[in-house]
């Protein structure tokens, strides 16, 4: 069974006064509680290992994992963590129907390229490759991987590796009130001020403006101030 090592205090008496010493105490991950907005890093895991956890934790969870170079990490997002992350996914269903696009959701499906990398997006769509991908229930081998995942709140590096890994083209992080584009270019990624996907789109400001009325105003009236914020822009840029 899969297990993390927890560290557990021991005291022992001495002439001088109490010395307290840690104590390595393996657990099933199972038992591993974290507390929204909490993170545990565990190292040395092994493709096989990583595997047994993903089936021991099971689907239904609140934890949203990443795996690359032999390191796991496994969060629990905070309550409002998912404010912005359904507001941009709206946003971004209102701007494919809006350019006349197709795309099927896969949520936070869990990606993998084997022995490798894993890793949950907090959403992600399939647009180019939408139609494959439609009544699919799970993930099958030779799938290629979503063109847009977005992240909420995201720092660290595993999970950046992770993406790089299975070669997702493009990435959105929102921290701290800021979105940043990533796209992979020739193995990695870097920063965009636009994106393929929207190219003629200011994305990064109407979704920045969107979440932040969101929290004053809700979600609905942000999206749909948004919607017309977007018409506005088709019909300047449509008039000669």
């Not at 969870?61 to 969060?75: D, F, H, K, T």
């Not at 998912?82 to 809006?98: A, G």
């Not at 949950?120 to 991987?145: T, V, W």
Request: net charge negative; proline share 9%.
């Amino acid at each position: 069974m899969p297990t993390y090592n927890e560290s557990s205090a021991r005291h022992e008496h001495s002439p001088s006064g109490t010395m307290t010493t840690l104590v390595p105490v393996s657990k099933p991950i199972s038992q591993l509680h974290l507390a929204p907005g909490s993170k545990v890093t565990i190292p040395d895991v092994s493709w096989a290992e990583f595997e047994a956890i993903l089936q021991e934790l099971g689907e239904r969870r609140a934890a949203r994992i990443a795996y690359s170079l032999n390191v796991l990490e496994i969060a629990v997002p905070l309550p409002e963590h998912e404010v912005p992350t359904d507001l941009i996914s709206d946003i971004v269903k209102l701007l494919l129907r809006m350019t006349g696009r197709r795309y099927q959701p896969f949520g936070s499906t869990t990606f993998k390229q084997p022995g490798v990398a894993g890793v949950e997006p907090d959403a992600c769509f399939y647009i180019h490759n939408y139609e494959r991908m439609i009544g699919r229930r799970k993930l099958q081998p030779g799938d290629p991987p979503p063109d847009l995942a977005i992240e909420t709140d995201v720092t660290s590096l595993t999970t950046i590796t992770a993406y790089r890994a299975i070669a997702v083209p493009e990435v959105w992080i929102y921290a701290d009130g800021k979105l940043t584009l990533y796209l992979l270019q020739a193995g990695d990624y870097v920063a965009s001020d636009t994106s393929p996907l929207f190219p003629h789109f200011p994305i990064a400001g109407w979704v920045e403006q969107a979440v932040s009325r969101a929290w004053t105003v809700g979600s609905l009236q942000a999206l749909e101030e948004l919607e017309a914020s977007v018409t506005q822009f088709q019909e300047k840029s449509s008039t000669p």
